[in-house]
């Protein structure tokens, strides 16, 4: 099994929209390292048969697809409904054609309705043939629950957003959790024993809404993790000053990476 880091950058990507010369604010963040640069956060779980979830529809879905070699999807897991998680949702419909099929979703009873209330199409039921309009065969889960998801079987658990919740889920000895400033005793339990951790790391400073670096390398110590892995990363993470300053064990993900996941 692997993941497939599609994006790994914040709400605004990485450059943000702007800049001195109109061609992006970068921050802090070095234009000349083309492992700055980053797309929306949204990760694929390849199992052993090949079959695939993406984890969220970005706004950049369709690129992120097309530019990492992604041929199709089998399924889709939502973390929460924010719009830099959900916005890809129409191109959804290609990847019906290419299964040829409505797409199993997974996500909280919350994000469900959100979805419904703001893509109320895509919940229409098929009328085949063919796809003009994604369909979804949408189904909830709650938090602490075991899923069987494309012939992976997945865990996932409730995360503290600041101003909501999202999902964080966990796959055999890996696990991702972005969009996360606390987690509760009952995901910790969940967490327990992973060896790889993906966790959202928006900023060096402290966030009302994200985790930051020095909470995370706090809860990396916590977990015992042996690789931890960075990503929803703002203007603000360099990857030099990442690459230099960073704990042993620590890494930033960067748009493509490829992580294995152990059994």
């Known amino acids: 099994m692997k993941a497939i880091v599609l994006g790994c950058g914040g709400s605004a990507g990485v450059p943000m929209i702007g800049g001195p010369d109109g061609r992006g604010d970068w921050g802090a963040c070095d234009p000349a390292e083309k492992r700055n640069r980053r797309t929306r956060s949204s990760i694929v779980l390849q ?30 897991l939502y973390t929460h409904s924010h719009a830099d998680h959900i916005l890809g ?52 889960v709650r938090p602490g629950d075991s899923i069987t998801l494309a012939g992976m079987d997945l865990s996932v658990f409730e995360q503290d957003h600041g ?71 703002g203007n603000d993470m360099d990857w030099g000053w990442m690459m230099r300053n960073l704990p042993r064990g620590f890494e930033p993900a960067y748009d493509g990476m490829e992580i294995s996941i152990p059994e």
């Open 89 to 140: 949702l129409d191109d959804v419909r290609i990847l019906n054609r290419i299964i040829d099929r409505p797409m199993p979703v997974r996500a909280d009873a919350h994000t469900l309705a959100e979805l419904q209330r703001r893509f109320d199409y895509a919940f229409l039921p098929w009328r085949p043939p063919g796809f003009i309009r994604p369909v979804l065969e949408a189904e909830p």
């Open 163 to 233: 101003f909501g919740s999202t999902l964080g889920l966990r796959l055999g000895r890996f696990a991702y959790c972005t969009d996360v400033v606390d987690l509760d005793a009952a995901a910790w339990d969940i967490l327990a024993g992973v060896e790889t951790w993906m966790v959202d790391c928006f900023q060096r400073e402290p966030h009302r809404t994200h985790a930051w670096l020095a909470l995370v390398i706090e809860w990396a110590a916590k977990l015992g993790v042996r690789r931890t892995i960075l990503t929803h990363m």
């Open 47 to 76: 199992g052993n048969d090949g079959r695939r979830i993406l984890v969220d529809t970005s706004p950049d879905m369709r690129s992120q697809l097309v530019d990492h070699g992604i041929r199709s999807i089998d399924a889709v």
